[in-house]
């Protein structure tokens, strides 16, 4: 999943995490030109693919603006 928050861009993904045999969502912050300024560990740890989807879009939506070094601001 994507947001665009004015020329920024924030992107959701998970990662598997095999030593805890889970999943953990990451958000992934892009700034105006494309670059990566930040990755943030977003969620605590789910076994269900499903339970993280929702997780990350519920944590997206609560995003209301980025700082300029890519830090979101939440509600």
């Keep these: 999943m994507e947001r665009r928050l004015g020329d920024y ?3 959701t993904s998970f990662l598997v995490d095999t030593s805890n045999r ?3 969502g990451v958000l992934m912050v892009y700034g105006p030109d494309g670059a990566l300024l930040r990755t943030i560990p977003a969620t605590a740890p ?3 693919r499903a339970d ?3 997780r990350m879009r519920r944590l997206l939506e609560t ?3 980025i700082a ?4 979101p ?3």
């Excluded at 300029?68 to 830090?71: L, M, Q």
């Design 68 to 71: 300029p070094d890519g830090t």
């Design 9 to 11: 861009e924030v992107v």
């Design 46 to 48: 789910s076994v269900s």
């Design 73 to 75: 601001r939440y509600r």
């Design 52 to 54: 993280m989807e929702e």
């Design 63 to 65: 995003i209301e603006a």
């Design 22 to 24: 889970c999943l953990r």
